[in-house]
Nanobody, 121 residues
Framework: QLQLVESGGGWVQAGGSLKLSCAAS???????MGWFRQAPGKEREFVAG????????IYADSVKGRFTISRDNAKNTVYLQTNTLSHEDTAVYYC???????????????WGQGTQVTVSS
């Protein structure tokens, strides 16, 4: 069983930054890790993804140049550095694990509980 726990969310002013973490516990295996977010009244959307080795990375157009995904396999942790945050970034941020690369939420097998990011206007 793989358990994912996000942390690092908070309430920040526009232009600020947060570093989100996703810690994995339990059994581990080679997985593609993704960050997703869901804003109030909106569908869950893909933010960023990273391969097990860290060599294959993809970002949503809305966060390119502002967000950075990374992972530390020794710590079983995936990170999302979020910079230059705006009100449009306000959402619950989730990490998820899958066996292959995908930007579609429904194909991911494991999900964390989410961490709230709120950016003041």
């Amino acid at each position: 069983q793989l358990q994912l726990v996000e942390s690092g969310g908070g309430w920040v002013q526009a232009g600020g930054s947060l570093k989100l973490s996703c810690a994995a516990s339990g059994r581990t295996f080679l997985s593609y890790m993704g960050w997703f977010r869901q804003a109030p009244g909106k569908e869950r959307e893909f933010v960023a993804g990273i391969s097990n080795s860290g060599s294959n990375i993809i970002y949503a157009d809305s966060v390119k140049g502002r967000f950075t995904i990374s992972r530390d396999n020794a710590k079983n942790t995936v990170y999302l550095q979020t910079n230059t945050l705006s009100h449009e970034d306000t959402a619950v941020y989730y990490c998820a694990a899958n066996t292959y690369p995908s930007t579609t939420p429904r194909v991911y097998d494991f999900w964390g509980q989410g961490t709230q990011v709120t950016v003041s206007s």
